[in-house]
């Protein structure tokens, strides 16, 4: 019985890994919306529409009567790891397409007043590696191992503006939901025992904020802050009853529960814009508090009720990122056109390396974007390059570069990766309409 518990808690705490997935602290970098990841990301000094809700609620303050905003964002590419402790190393994922969208609308009840909400996706993971195993046989097992991590908030807003000294300030409610989709068909063995995977686990979590301040301290220079408090999601099954015998390890009768908590971090924002005539200068610096994710406890309980926990280690470092990017406004301000860079440092652990994560390095994304501007209505499409590898040394000897060894690893963190080379390339396409009743001057 000892063996079974093994292999189902080993087949359980692979679900611990998929949290990094496309994104180092759970988070894209390069999600929303068009017209501000042509420059780069960077949002929190200017943002002037619907999309404040994401970026920094007290932009709502600069809306006339109402605004509405839609973003539609297609993120393609894959991944090279070594998702497996005793598998292959160095295998490349499967392609992956993963469409995501914000809309956004916010009204002005008041001369100081505006209210608003958007829903979009925060944060996601996704993606499948197809390698072969050895059974207890002796023969090869093809394996297909696939994730598919959502996280969605829906967050209403309200800001407050005074214009006479140019401030305006935002606070946003947020409502996350989280689920999981887990699967692996035919995984390695556990001497004749299977440990398939099949989980569907989901959650909500009712203590998220935003809040943020825009300062236009002259009409060429502004500032902006945006924080955002962390989240704690549980999952389970609750909401996903039907499972495959029963079992969200695929174990038969094995398991009748289980359950982990989605931790997204706190992020602190400031930003500084500048314009100059038909020329804007916009960087943002962000810090994530990324180190609230050090490991997380996986629960299942078994047909008799009795409960067992085994710790997933993620071991992740704070990060930081800087946003830089320019805009400039030709055919009598109409058309925008849009540069941008972003640098986010090192969060993920070389020790503990996941298949599905961003690499233990430091990534760097190039945007361009272009625009029309009609007046009350805008349009934008823009494109994002993010990219990164590095190599992971095998042990021995212990250094700054190296995994654990297969031994520790398959002890501490049996859902983690191994030695090999990592690396990841994402390709961002993007496109916004917004409409504005009534453009307040800015």
């Known amino acids: 019985m000892r063996g079974l518990w093994l ?35 960077t949002a929190v000094a200017g943002v002037h529409d619907s999309s404040a809700v994401f970026h920094n609620p007290a932009g709502m303050g600069h809306i006339g009567k109402a605004n509405l905003l839609i973003d539609v964002t297609i993120l393609t590419g894959d991944l090279r790891a070594t998702p497996y402790i005793l598998g292959p190393q160095s295998i490349q994922s499967e392609p992956v397409v993963a469409p995501f969208g914000l809309l956004g609308a916010s009204l002005r009840v008041h001369e100081y007043i505006t209210i608003g909400g958007a829903a979009y996706p925060v944060a996601a993971a996704s993606g499948e590696y197809r390698y072969q195993l050895p059974d207890p046989s002796g023969t090869s097992v ?19 503006n005074f214009d006479k000294i140019g401030l305006r300030i935002g606070l946003g409610y947020r409502l996350t939901f989280v689920t999981l989709d887990r699967s692996r068909n035919s995984p390695p063995a556990l001497g004749a025992i299977p440990s398939n995977i099949d989980l569907n686990l989901s959650g909500f979590s009712f203590l998220g904020f935003r809040v943020g301040f825009q300062w236009s301290i002259t009409e060429y220079l502004a500032i902006g802050f945006n924080y955002r408090t962390k989240t704690t999601t549980k999952v389970d099954e609750s909401g996903n009853p039907n499972r495959t015998s029963g079992s969200p390890a695929g174990l038969g ?3 009748t529960d289980a359950s982990t908590e989605f931790v997204l971090p706190a992020r602190l924002t400031t930003g500084i814009r500048f314009d100059w005539e038909q020329f ?26 009795d409960t067992q926990t085994l710790d997933n280690v993620f071991d992740w470092s704070d990060q930081w990122t800087l946003r830089v990017g320019t805009v400039y406004r030709v055919v009598k301000d109409r058309v ?22 961003t690499p ?17 209505w805008e349009i934008n499409v823009a494109y994002a390059r993010r ?29 983690c990766g191994y030695a090999g080379d990592y690396r990841f390339r994402i390709n961002g396409f993007y496109l916004d309409f917004s409409y504005d009743w009534e453009v307040k001057p800015r």
């Open 336 to 357: 925008p056109i849009r540069l941008g860079f972003i640098y986010d440092s090192k969060t993920t652990s070389f020790q503990y390396p996941s298949g599905f994560s």
């Open 7 to 41: 292999a189902g808690l080993i087949a359980l705490v692979a679900l611990g890994t998929v949290s990094t997935a496309r994104a180092g602290g759970y988070d894209i970098p390069i999600l929303y919306s068009a017209r501000h990841i042509g420059a780069g990301g």
């Open 360 to 376: 233990p390095k430091a990534t760097y994304s190039a945007t361009v974007g272009l625009g029309y501007d009609h007046g009350p």
């Open 387 to 415: 990219f990164a590898k590095v190599t992971i040394d095998e042990p021995p000897p212990p250094g700054p570069t190296t995994s654990l060894s297969q031994a520790q690893l398959l002890g501490e963190c049996p859902a």
């Open 142 to 160: 093809d394996v297909v191992d696939s994730t598919t991590l959502l996280f969605l908030e829906a967050s209403p807003a309200i800001a407050v």
């Open 280 to 305: 804007t200068f916009k960087t943002d610096f962000e810090w994530g508090f990324n180190s609230q994710n050090d490991r997380a406890v996986i629960s299942v309980t078994d047909a008799a009720g």
């Open 253 to 255: 009768q094995l398991f």
